[in-house]
């Protein structure tokens, strides 16, 4: 019974001092859920014709994105399947913030669109789950601490849930449809509740990963039996000059498809400092990324670098692989369609908890007075 009292203190006062950053996350976060299939099915030049021969050289779709944002870098070439569109992301922070991305005809190399990706909707809606649309130093900081308090919710709504007796537990798993809109509306806070925890934990935990270093470290330090999370070291390159015959960025390329013939993708990182390395990252399928392999190459000779963290998958530690499934775990996508649906479902279930959860106090609170 005590526990049961401090649980329901807790739950009571941190679910109204969260409720509304909580609804706004679960929101945003269930709508995000499916944007790749959104996106495709509304943006027609993100698909295009396949075409019985290669896609251009990189460098030559570079040359093309630039001529389109003359004043900006381009940061990233993300190359799919035969029916995809090339596209080339423009991003920057500073001096003045700009994320454009350029869509290019990979055979022909006709711009199919310039985009400015900071109007996009589904840019938007991610800047409301990250960051409540407030400066990022700011409201990254309210999410982040929300997202901790909301962890404690979860754990003192399960111990209130948790029934007495025999008797609470047949009614505990399911809603009463047919009763009054009070119990109707505690059922669905309670029950739902229930259920949607036990995913939303998921999507919870791997979101504290990101938020806060210690629950990074601890996450690491947990799935590889004690290790300490390593820092990861970019291999550099020394400064020479490049082969004007062939472009290191084509060859590098073309050694990444020959050794990857059914990639889904292929992003390539494009180079801020002379000395850094090319960085590519491969994905074997559409729908998760963890699986993906980093090859590092030299920029002026197109040389492979070999690298001990963060290369290929296959290679990866327990840890490393933890860290990798971050975000399939975050969002379903690790359980596949019926684990996405799952989260989708379940993000819906908590954005109305806020809405229930103050439904029922207010009664308690009309109650007593």
């Known amino acids: 019974m005590i526990v049961k009292k401090i649980s329901g203190w807790l739950h009571l006062w941190l679910g109204l001092l969260s409720g509304l950053v909580v609804l706004i996350v679960a929101v945003t976060?269930?709508?995000?859920?499916?944007?790749?299939?959104?996106?495709?099915?509304?943006?027609?030049?993100?698909?295009?014709?396949?075409?019985?021969?290669?896609?251009?050289?990189?460098?030559?779709?570079?040359?093309?994105?630039?001529?389109?944002?003359?004043?900006?870098?381009?940061?990233?070439?993300?190359?799919?399947?035969?029916?995809?569109?090339?596209?080339?992301?423009?991003?920057?922070?500073?001096?003045?913030?700009?994320?454009?991305?350029?869509?290019?005809?990979?055979?022909?190399?006709?711009?199919?669109?310039?985009?400015?990706?900071?109007?996009?909707?589904?840019?938007?809606?991610?800047?409301?789950?990250?960051?409540?649309?407030?400066?990022?130093?700011?409201?990254?900081?309210?999410?982040?601490?929300?997202?901790?308090?909301?962890?404690?919710?979860?754990?003192?709504?399960?111990?209130?849930?948790?029934?007495?007796?025999?008797?609470?537990?047949?009614?505990?798993?399911?809603?009463?449809?047919?009763?009054?809109?009070k119990r109707l509306n505690y059922d669905l806070h309670n029950v739902l509740g229930f259920y949607a925890s036990w995913i939303i934990l998921f999507a919870v935990l791997t979101a504290l990963v990101w938020c806060f270093q210690w629950a990074a470290n601890a996450e690491y330090w947990l799935v590889s039996g004690g290790k300490t999370k390593p820092k990861l070291v970019q291999p550099k390159t020394a400064v020479s000059a490049i082969d004007s015959q062939q472009h290191p960025l084509n060859v590098i390329v073309s050694k990444v498809v020959k050794a990857y013939p059914k990639a889904a993708g292929i992003l390539v990182s494009l180079l801020a400092k002379d000395s850094a390395a090319v960085v590519v990252r491969v994905y074997p399928n559409a729908t998760t990324f963890y699986q993906s392999d980093n090859l590092y190459f030299n920029q002026y000779t197109a040389e492979a670098i070999p690298v001990k963290e963060n290369g290929k998958y296959a290679q990866a530690t327990a840890g490393e692989k933890a860290v990798r499934m971050n975000y399939d775990i975050h969002v379903g996508a690790i359980a596949g369609l019926p684990g996405r649906i799952a989260m989708f479902l379940a993000s819906l279930v908590v954005a109305s908890l806020p809405v229930t959860g103050f439904i029922i106090w207010w009664g308690k609170r009309k109650k007593k007075k």
């Open 29 to 181: 976060g269930a709508i995000y859920e499916f944007q790749p299939e959104i996106t495709k099915l509304t943006q027609p030049y993100l698909t295009v014709k396949a075409e019985d021969k290669l896609f251009l050289p990189i460098s030559d779709i570079k040359a093309i994105a630039l001529k389109q944002l003359p004043n900006k870098q381009p940061i990233r070439i993300i190359l799919k399947g035969k029916t995809d569109a090339v596209v080339v992301l423009f991003f920057a922070k500073k001096p003045e913030p700009y994320y454009y991305n350029v869509y290019i005809n990979p055979y022909t190399g006709k711009v199919l669109s310039v985009k400015n990706m900071r109007e996009d909707f589904f840019t938007i809606i991610l800047a409301g789950h990250m960051h409540l649309w407030l400066p990022e130093t700011i409201g990254a900081v309210i999410v982040a601490y929300a997202t901790l308090i909301f962890l404690l919710i979860i754990i003192t709504g399960i111990i209130l849930w948790w029934p007495r007796n025999k008797a609470r537990l047949k009614t505990s798993f399911k809603v009463k449809w047919n009763a009054s809109p």
